[in-house]
C-alpha cells in the first residue's frame, strides 16, 4: 500500500511549510511557503550561507540605513523563492512585512516590489503567491492585488468571516492555522481534543463547507498542524502546508487514508452566508477571542522574527564594511 503521504497527494495538494531547500527535494511538494520565521532559520544554515552573503554584497552596493537592511532582507526572501521555484512545480508564497498588516497602500506597494523583483530574475509572477495577514487592511490589499493579476495568500486566517471577507475578495489562497486554533482552544479550556473534535480541524471543515456552498473559487489550504491526526482529518482539502518533520511521518506512515473533504458534498453542509462589510467584520472579529488573539499575536511573532532577520543582516552588513 501507498505510504499516507503519497495517498495525501492523490486528493490534495501538498505544500511544504519551509526554507529548506533539501526537504523540499526530499518530499517533493506541489508548492512551498515560507514566512519571515522560515527565512531566518534557513539563512541561519550552513549550506545557504552564499544566499546570505549575496544579498549582503548587494546591500553594501546601495548604501547603509533601515531601507537598506528591508531591502536586503526582501532580495533574501526572493532569493530562497527564486531557487524553490526550481524545485516544486507550483507556486512559491513569499511574505509581506508583518509591520505592514494595517496599511493597505504600503502592503500593495510592497507586493508589487516583490513581484518586480521576482520578473527582474526570471520567474513569472504566476509562479508566486504574496503572504498577507488576513487584517481588514490586508484583505483590501489583496483586493487591489488580484485586480493586478498579482495572486494573494491570505495568511493568519482564524475564524469564517475572515475567510469570507478573503472570498468576497476574490483572494486565490487562505491558510487558515489549525495548530494556533488548537492551541488558544487547549490552553482556554485545559483539556485535549481528538482529530475529530480538534477545534481547528472542524474550523477549516466550516471554511471548506462554505466556500463549497457558495461557489467561491478561492483555495482552502489548511496550515500549522501540530500532529498527522490533524492533517488526516482535513484530507481531501484543496491544499494543506506541512511542515518537514510532519511530510516525513506521513511518509513512512502505512495504512488507509479515509478523505474527509469532498468538494461534491461538503457545501451541503455549509454555513450561511456572512456579512462582510468593514463595521461586520470588525464586529465579528471582536466578538471572536481566538481569533482576535492569534491574529494580532501572530502579527506579532513575524514581526519579531523580521526584526531578528534584520539585525542578523545588519550584523552583516558592518561586519562587511569593516
Known sequence: MASKLDQLKSMTVVVADTGDIESIRAFKPTDCTTNPTLILKAASMPAYKSYLEEAIAWGRKQGSGDDVVSAVADRLAVTFGTELTKIVPGRVSTEVDASLSFDTQA???????????????????DRILIKIASTWEGIRAAEILQRDGI????????????????????????SPFVGRILDWHSKAEGRTFTAEEDPGVLSVRRIYAYYKRHGYKT??????????????ALAGCDRLTIAPSLLKELAEAQGELPRKLDPDTAGRSGPDKVATDEASFRWALNEDPMATEKLADGIRQFAKDLHALHGMIREQLAAAAA
Not at 510592497?110 to 530574475?121: P, T, V
Not at 483555495?219 to 488526516?232: D, P, W
Open 151 to 174: 495572486d494573494c495568500n491570505l495568511t493568519l486566517l482564524f475564524s469564517l468571516v475572515q475567510a469570507a471577507a478573503a472570498a468576497e475578495a476574490k483572494a486565490f489562497l487562505i
Open 219 to 232: 483555495v482552502v489550504m489548511g496550515a500549522s498542524f501540530r500532529n498527522v491526526g490533524e492533517i488526516e
Open 107 to 125: 502592503t500593495v506597494a510592497k507586493a508589487r516590489a516583490i513581484i518586480k523583483a521576482y520578473e527582474e530574475r526570471g520567474v513569472s509572477r
